[in-house]
Nanobody, 114 residues
Framework: QVQLVESGGGLVQAGGSLRLSCAAS????????MGWYRQAPGKQRELVAR???????NYADSVKGRFTISRDNSKNTVSLLMNSAKPEDTAVYYC????????WGQGTQVTVSS
């Protein structure tokens, strides 16, 4: 079993920054892709950013140039630095890893005030 623990969510003003972190623990053999997804009220969960084991990254168009995803393979952690936050970034953010089995974190609330 694998556990994902997220931290760093909270309230930030528009234009501000926030860093989310996720630590994986448990029966970890090899983590392939690590990523962040988000779900706003009344909307479907969507990809925010993901990073492969080799460091290659993908971002949603809405966050390109503002968010940066990074990972530490030695610690099985992934982080999301959110700069220039916008009210439309408000959502519950979920950490996801593939090993290739898929695991999700419990989610952390991010609220961006205008």
């Amino acid at each position: 079993q694998v556990q994902l623990v997220e931290s760093g969510g909270g309230l930030v003003q528009a234009g501000g920054s926030l860093r989310l972190s996720c630590a994986a623990s448990g029966s970890i053999f090899r983590i392939n892709t690590m990523g962040w997804y988000r779900q706003a009220p009344g909307k479907q969960r969507e990809l925010v950013a993901r990073i492969a084991r080799d460091g290659s990254r993908n971002y949603a168009d809405s966050v390109k140039g503002r968010f940066t995803i990074s990972r530490d393979n030695s610690k099985n952690t992934v982080s999301l630095l959110m700069n220039s936050a916008k009210p439309e970034d408000t959502a519950v953010y979920y950490c996801r890893v593939s090993m290739p089995a898929i695991y999700w974190g419990q989610g952390t609330q991010v609220t961006v005030s205008s």
